[in-house]
């Protein structure tokens, strides 16, 4: 059974066209998370949410935003893509925020031309 | 400036050797976590250990922490071809609460 799900789970966009992706859970978990993965390398964290408040990193770049309509759902909006941002998009969620195991979802590659 | 640093970054074994990766982190945590990541796929939670602990257990899976040293170990005993991946260790500050960091990851190949 899903968990954390995110659509689609391959996106391509071209350069400079805005674009959104999805992430839904039906764990009812209080924090969701935006990561980011480029190819060989770490996840990097862009912002969480804990209920409706909003936590962004301070590295994350201005053209990287969030919503959170309700609890199951989060989205990644990217206001102008560049090809530096063509990497795989992890969301999480989590109960807590300290000392707490995080779902991931299977990711969205996303592809910029 | 990285927190999780890993070692090694590729390790090739034979099934049913023992696996070991290491990772060494900087400032004080609260907790260490290790995942999984299958080629394209998500993260998957293997284990977390708190600062406190010294030792954890789950199946085949043996974690050590080691504060002083500022260090952890992931030991996968009797692998299979089915554990190949990439393993990352993940670090929630002292300050940073909710925060992993991510190591670079150990990438294990386990041929048949």
């Known amino acids: 059974d899903a968990m954390v799900i995110q659509n689609p789970r391959y996106q391509v966009t071209q350069f400079g066209k805005p674009v959104t992706l999805s992430c839904s859970q039906t764990?009812?978990?209080?924090?969701m998370y935006w990561y980011q993965q480029k190819s060989s390398q770490a996840p990097k964290l862009l912002f969480h949410?804990?209920?409706?408040?909003?936590?962004n990193e301070a590295d994350t770049p201005d053209n990287f935003q969030s919503r959170r309509p309700n609890t199951s759902f989060c989205f990644l909006d990217i206001r102008s893509p560049g090809l530096g941002d063509a990497a795989m998009y992890l969301c999480?969620?989590?109960?807590?925020?300290?000392?707490?195991?995080?779902?991931f979802g299977p990711g969205t590659r996303l592809l910029v031309l | 400036s990285q927190q999780g640093e890993e070692d090694p970054q590729a390790l090739s074994i034979q099934e049913g050797e023992n696996a070991t990766m290491n990772c060494s982190y900087k400032?004080?945590?609260?907790?260490l976590q290790w995942y999984r990541q299958n080629s394209g796929r998500g993260l998957v939670h293997l284990i977390l250990?708190?600062?406190?602990?010294r030792e954890k257990h789950s199946g085949r899976l043996r974690v050590t922490l080691d504060t002083s040293k500022k260090s952890s170990s992931l030991l996968i005993t009797a692998s299979r071809a089915a554990d190949t991946a990439s393993y990352f260790c993940?670090?929630?500050?002292?300050?940073?609460?909710?925060?992993?960091?991510f190591g670079q990851g150990t990438i294990l190949t386990v041929h048949p």
């Open positions: 999480a969620t989590s109960r807590g925020t300290s000392r707490e195991t995080q779902y």
């Open positions: 764990l009812n978990h209080n924090v």
């Open positions: 949410y804990y209920d409706k408040d909003f936590n």
């Open positions: 400032t004080s945590i609260n907790n």
């Open positions: 250990i708190r600062s406190n602990e």
């Open positions: 993940a670090t929630e500050g002292g300050t940073s609460y909710g925060k992993l960091t």
